[in-house]
């Protein structure tokens, strides 16, 4: 397939605290979605989709599992000639100091020489976890055809959020005019979705200014886009209006799951243009057995069900006995309910064993818990 | 590694399932929603490590260029592993009188090249799981020239008709090998599964060809094992297994992983059954969907009740139907309130009116590939 000449960074460093022990050992872009993918399959898949060839992965934090994950490119046909998937973690080299990538701008900073070594026009700067299906190549041309020299993401957030977001005030041509940082009155309320196309040369440019610059925190939101309006480069923001999760939670985590079944038109995973790829487990279809139910569930392959499962996202191998039953809940993979075991509103961690009898979350609960250790049996 | 290729044998015309085969080669039937016949044995091969794997076949071979490929999900590594497609080649001679014995006469450069010592021969009509390593191991051990896996079966008068049955005398050494002659209710059956060493094959391979035009590996083999010099033995396979040889018995192998115990046995992390993925999403269930005795594809949406049934990927099934004892083949799809019950649907085929279809346990109703009902 022809390259479009813009190779694409995936920001996947982050720790993602908030997801608590769903990120002890996993980076939060490895964190798993919708019964089957990752995280990170979504950028990853849209760039593949996009005709971009080239991406590189930059990970810090508990980077073991993504490496060996997002380093088998051909799960996303990411491996053919001139094309790949780059994990890379900071590291050493002449004249820098060794150590973590001190912010968004930092980790692209530090890896200038993997960059020009494609020699790309166009950088795509992505973050490894939002949840959506987006055609980069769409906004390469939008891009293109404004001779812009940055190209911001936006999409329309209600007017009561806006102050939580980094808000684009634009003039009629799209034209960013101004960008405020979380906003108490903010003028817009297209909101940054923190994904960037620049020109090569000119970002190179700019983040080796700001590497200089000692009273910089190296970030794209805080110090590259403001000093690029400063010099009045040409910026411009894409309206986005498809679907579009952050996941960074546990709550928004678990909301995104429900939307597959609720609404599972607008992020369509189905569609078999623009496929979403991941590792394939080779397993059997999902087996619901004869005393089984499942209803208004997301089911992946390899799932055995036994007792009742209700507005649930189950994972490949999740595994559950007879007479338990799951509701609004999202099981990960090898996850076990024990016979008789009572799930609810609950994200429950990879192979977690619920045992048997016991009782997990309540259904009236507004809060949404999260189960990362097995859970005794009650006898 | 094993010291052994692979061969993937076709069957003779007298194995036909109606309607199915009209549109692939019976390596390339659908198998429990997700498969194709030829992953079984592929992935017993590979998972037993052999790694140089040859798929012969004597119908149309796109479907399985398209689904092998180049074999990396088979867990190949294919820098110095392969498998290989051979298609019947002929010169005239209508395909159905292409022997096995002449597809590999006409690839026999190509098996002498192979570095291995053994061939192990694997049907796609038969269902099991077995590690060839240990086969090989068996086969090495026994000091016999051939030796040819099979099963204890009962209901031989009404079954496994057009298969082959072995008769033994003592060691296990078989005497004849001869198509069911539907005489006997047990007999023991060949699951056309052969090892011998490769060059052994490629001597029955000339002898046969030098012998006579209408001769199958079956008929060469029968003939070497009533001489007293050539020593075939039996060796028994102990697990499950399911047969195709007709539409019924195609159904029924598919129908029986919805047994648990089976399902368990094959769904097993240590021995995956690898296939080509097409990356559909899970399967979802909306409005009053659900499934119940059911193995259900990826990339469904299932608005209706099912039961006791086999769905394949992309399977669309409407509000209000009922399936029941079907299967449901990839791509099909089944409107509102539809009652279906002993169905048999092909690929992509479309029941999107009301109706009712019901056929018989014992013979199912095929709706063709692409029909629209």
Redesign the interface.
């Known amino acids: 397939m022809e390259n479009n000449n813009m190779l694409a960074m995936i920001l996947a460093g982050g720790r993602g605290t908030r997801l608590y022990d769903l990120t002890n050992k996993t980076a939060k872009p490895a964190v798993y979605f919708?019964?089957?993918y990752r995280i990170i399959d979504f950028p990853l898949s849209n760039c593949a989709n996009s005709n971009i060839n080239v991406v590189g992965v930059l990970t810090q934090y508990e980077p073991v599992q993504l490496n060996a994950y997002a380093g088998a490119g051909?799960r996303w046909g990411l491996d053919t000639r001139g094309s790949g998937v780059y994990v890379l973690p900071p590291s050493e080299k002449d004249g820098t100091k060794f150590g973590v990538y001190q912010g968004t701008a930092d980790a692209i900073n530090q890896n200038i020489d993997f960059i020009d070594e494609f020699n790309p026009s166009y950088v795509l700067i992505l973050s490894g976890d939002h949840i959506y299906k987006m055609d980069y190549d769409q906004m390469l041309d939008f891009h293109k055809k404004n001779d812009a020299d940055l190209t911001v993401a936006v999409r329309p957030v209600p007017w009561e959020e806006a102050p939580r977001f980094g808000i684009m005030n634009v003039d009629m041509n799209n034209r960013i005019d101004e960008f405020q940082e979380k906003p108490a009155e903010p003028k817009s309320n297209l909101a940054s979705m923190g994904i960037y196309i620049f020109d090569w040369p000119l970002l190179r440019k700019a983040l080796i200014e700001d590497a200089a610059n000692p009273d910089s925190e190296h970030d794209f939101g805080k110090n590259i886009i403001p000093a690029l309006l400063e010099a009045d480069k040409r910026l411009f923001a894409f309206s986005f209006d498809g679907y579009w999760k952050d996941v960074g939670t546990i709550d928004s985590l678990w909301e995104a799951n429900m939307d597959?079944?609720d609404h599972?038109d607008e992020l369509n995973?189905?569609d078999p243009n623009w496929?979403?790829?991941?590792s394939?487990i080779?397993?059997?279809?999902?087996?619901?057995?004869?005393t089984?139910?499942?209803?208004?569930?997301?089911?992946?392959?390899?799932a055995v069900i036994h007792g009742n499962a209700k507005d649930s996202?189950?994972f490949n191998?999740v595994d559950i006995a007879e007479g338990a039953y799951v509701e609004q809940s999202v099981l990960m993979p090898g996850v076990k309910i024990g016979k008789g075991a009572k799930v609810y509103r609950a994200i429950v961690a990879e192979k977690v064993v619920i045992g048997v009898n016991s009782v997990v979350g309540s259904p009236d609960s507004k809060d949404i818990i999260l189960v990362a250790k097995d859970v005794e049996e009650v006898k | 590694m094993a010291n052994a290729m692979g061969i993937i044998a076709y069957n003779d015309s007298s194995l036909y399932v109606r309607g199915i085969e009209k549109y692939r080669p019976l390596a390339a039937f659908s198998y429990?929603?997700?498969y194709r016949l030829v992953d079984i044995p592929i992935s017993n091969m590979t998972n037993s490590g052999l790694e140089e794997i040859d798929v012969y076949t004597n119908g149309d071979p796109k479907v399985l260029f398209d689904h092998i490929g180049s074999a990396?999900?088979y867990n190949i590594n294919n820098k110095h592993g392969h498998v290989g497609i051979i298609p019947v080649f002929t010169d005239g001679t209508p395909v159905e009188y292409v022997t096995d014995i002449d597809s590999y006469y006409n690839n026999i450069y190509n098996i002498e090249q192979d570095p291995n010592d053994y061939v192990i021969i694997a049907p796609v009509n038969f269902i099991y799981k077995i590690n060839y390593s240990d086969l090989l191991d068996q086969h090495i051990a026994s000091g016999a020239d051939v030796s040819v896996l099979y099963k204890d079966v009962d209901g031989a008068r009404m079954n496994y008709l057009n298969n082959f049955a072995i008769t033994m005398g003592t060691n296990k050494m078989v005497e004849t090998l001869v198509r069911n002659p539907g005489t006997e209710e047990h007999i023991s059956m060949s699951l056309s599964t052969y090892v011998m060493s490769k060059k052994l094959f490629l001597e029955l391979v000339r002898e046969a060809k030098a012998y006579s035009a209408l001769y199958w590996m079956t008929d060469i083999l029968n003939l070497k094992a009533s001489q007293e010099d050539f020593k075939v033995k039996g060796i028994p396979y102990r697990g499950p297994v399911f047969s195709i040889n007709d539409l019924r018995s195609y159904f029924s192998a598919n129908m029986l992983?919805l047994n648990?115990e089976n399902?368990r046995f094959?769904?097993d992390?240590d021995w995956?059954?690898?296939?080509r993925?097409n990356?559909?999403?899970?399967?979802?269930?909306?409005g009053?969907?659900?499934?119940?005795?059911?193995?259900?594809?990826?990339?469904c949406?299932v608005a209706g009740d099912v039961r006791?049934s086999?769905?394949g990927r992309?399977v669309k099934i409407g509000a209000g139907a009922h399936i029941d004892n079907c299967l449901l083949m990839p791509g099909a799809e089944i409107g509102e309130n539809a009652i279906l019950t002993n169905v048999i649907v092909d690929k992509d085929a479309r029941i999107i009116h009301k109706k009712e279809l019901a056929g018989y346990e014992e013979d199912p109703l095929y709706i063709a590939r692409r029909e629209v009902v």
């Open positions: 919708g019964g089957k051909q597959l079944i599972n995973l189905s496929k979403i790829y991941t394939d080779p397993l059997l279809p999902h087996y619901v057995a004869p089984g139910k499942v209803e208004h569930c997301y089911i992946n392959q390899g996202v189950l191998n | 429990v929603g997700r990396r999900h992983m648990e399902m094959f769904n992390p995956p059954i690898y296939t993925t990356d559909s999403s899970p399967t979802i269930y909306v009053n969907g659900t499934a119940q005795g059911a193995l259900i594809s990826n990339g949406t006791n086999i769905v992309g």
